[in-house]
């Protein structure tokens, strides 16, 4: 059965960093390219940035180019997210996927104070 859980999120201040990671078990992580999502509150989930399945590839949403980072441990089955100088509209859920799949993470909240 596969599993991603995540973990690192946290209340912080606006320019603060936070590094989120993704713990995959289940399958074969260096098979599969994988993305991190993020959901406010009263919006609908957005893609933040995915990767493809040995680092290669690496797309972002306009929002967060320049300040996130997407990356991997293929070694140890994690992915990560490492966000910069946060904002507050950058305050949601945070969910690591397989990508073209429908396996998700529970989420890890990540709140930005002005």
């Known amino acids: 059965q596969v599993q991603l859980v995540e973990s690192g999120g946290g209340l912080v201040r606006a320019g603060d960093s936070l590094r989120l990671s993704c713990r995959v078990s289940g399958i074969a992580f260096n098979l599969y390219a994988f993305a991190w999502y993020r959901q406010a509150p009263g919006k609908s989930r957005e893609l933040v940035a995915d990767?493809?399945?040995?680092?290669?590839?690496?797309t972002y949403a306009d929002s967060v180019k320049g300040r996130f980072a997407i990356s991997r441990d293929n070694a140890e089955n994690i992915l990560y997210l490492q966000m910069n100088n946060l904002r507050p509209e950058d305050t949601g859920m945070y969910y690591c996927k397989r990508l073209y799949a429908e396996d998700w993470g529970q989420g890890t909240q990540v709140t930005v104070s002005s």
């Open positions: 990767i493809a399945y040995d680092g290669s590839g690496i």
